[in-house]
């Protein structure tokens, strides 16, 4: 408790999680870097802690979850293309707003024909970095303590870098045992990382994020069986590991994704991101009235449709509308449908934010 009566960003989090009452609703704000350099740029800060602090967020994620990497040299090819520890080829892209984007091809195992091939390949090696943040959870604990979370597995979707998305699902449908080796040495990867990096915070991290990304606009991408054969016994192990140490499981899942949510819940999900509720099935009175007193949903304002189109008195009229409903039972945390992009003005950001940050549904009432 700060003084005045006010929470500590870290236990204002840490009651939503558990859907206990707040002194207001948890806040957090991501957005690429050139939101960050614009918002620099119009409050006139130099630094994007002080952009999280003006826009009253709670959240602190590290930028170097396990430390310093140490690893081999991470190749930049001739042709522009570069290529990351996993041995995962990118090329540069400029997307519709003129931001540089690095997109990967050639996934590395993509034509592997047995199991030895993929043995043998040249696996990242989590003694490669070394989990020294020490310096990072000082600047997120004195002289205010945020609430941290750090990035723990993407068990899906670094597969499908690795093999092909299309090879990926076609090897699911077929139970090959290649894929299951993948999975296998993808999970244990971040296993072993995350608990490395959770030891050495000493408790000092509060979440473990896991983004994979199982459904569409209009549905899942991967079928309820699928998903439960392959991806569910092996995210459950992480998630484990993560419990086992005392931090909360956060799921990241794009689309809708509403037949999952049962099993998500069941394997230890505790906090749900990133609720886009224009996709199918994914209405927040639905979620609400199936998942409240089970999960924290984190997310919900729309950067896709609704921050870059309305003007903001519609904009927090919509603000106030999905607040209304996620928060009247304590368990949401608002933040963005994803990162905020480039046409998200600041005007629009600061006035969002300062929003979320002084209404209360139940002061309404």
């Known amino acids: 408790m700060q003084q005045g009566g006010k929470l500590t960003p870290r236990e204002r989090v840490r009651r939503a999680v558990q859907r206990e009452s707040t002194d207001r609703i948890p806040i957090d704000f991501r957005a690429v870097g050139d939101v960050y350099t614009a918002l620099r740029n119009h409050i006139g800060c130099s630094s994007d802690e002080e952009v999280c ?11 170097k979850s396990y430390g310093t990497y140490h690893g081999p040299v991470e190749q930049h090819r001739p042709d522009g293309t570069f290529v990351d520890f996993w041995g995962i080829p990118y090329a540069k892209s400029v997307n519709a707003f003129g931001q540089i984007c690095w997109n990967y091809i050639d996934p590395p195992l993509g034509n592997a024909n047995n199991t030895d091939e993929i043995r043998n390949y040249p696996w990242p090696d989590p003694d490669w970095w070394d989990y020294d943040i020490a310096d990072q959870l000082q600047l997120h604990t004195k002289p205010v303590p945020y609430w941290i979370g750090i990035f ?7 597969a499908c870098q690795l093999r092909g998305m299309e090879q990926t699902f076609v090897d699911m449908m077929e139970e090959h045992e290649i894929i299951e080796v993948i999975f296998d040495k993808v999970t244990s ?3 072993n990382t995350t608990v490395r990096a959770l030891t050495a915070a000493q408790g000092r991290i509060d979440m473990v994020e896991s983004m994979d990304d199982y459904g569409s606009q209009n549905g899942l991408l991967i ?4 998903w439960r054969r392959h991806i569910k016994p092996r995210l459950k192990k992480f998630n484990d590991v993560v419990k086992q140490h005392g931090a ?3 799921q990241h899942s794009c689309g809708s994704i509403m037949p999952l949510i049962d099993d998500l819940i069941e394997i230890g999900t505790e906090v749900l991101d990133p609720l886009q509720f224009s996709a199918h099935d994914m209405a927040p009175a639905t979620l609400m009235s199936r998942f409240s007193s089970q999960l924290t949903f984190h997310g919900g304002m729309d950067i896709q449709q609704v921050v870059p189109r309305l003007p903001i008195p519609e904009l927090l009229t919509e603000a106030q509308r999905i607040i209304d409903v996620m928060a009247v039972r304590h368990g949401y945390i608002f933040a963005g449908t994803h990162y ?3 046409d998200a003005t600041p005007e629009k950001i600061i006035a969002l934010f300062d929003f979320a940050s ?7 009432s």
């Open 152 to 158: 723990g597995s993407s068990i899906l979707g670094r």
């Open 223 to 226: 079928s309820p069986p699928l």
């Open 340 to 342: 905020f992009q480039v």
């Open 189 to 191: 990867f971040f296993i």
């Open 358 to 364: 002084r209404y209360s549904p139940e002061k309404q």
């Open 248 to 250: 909360v499981v956060y």
């Open 53 to 63: 602090q003006r826009l009253h967020s709670d959240i602190r994620g590290l930028y």
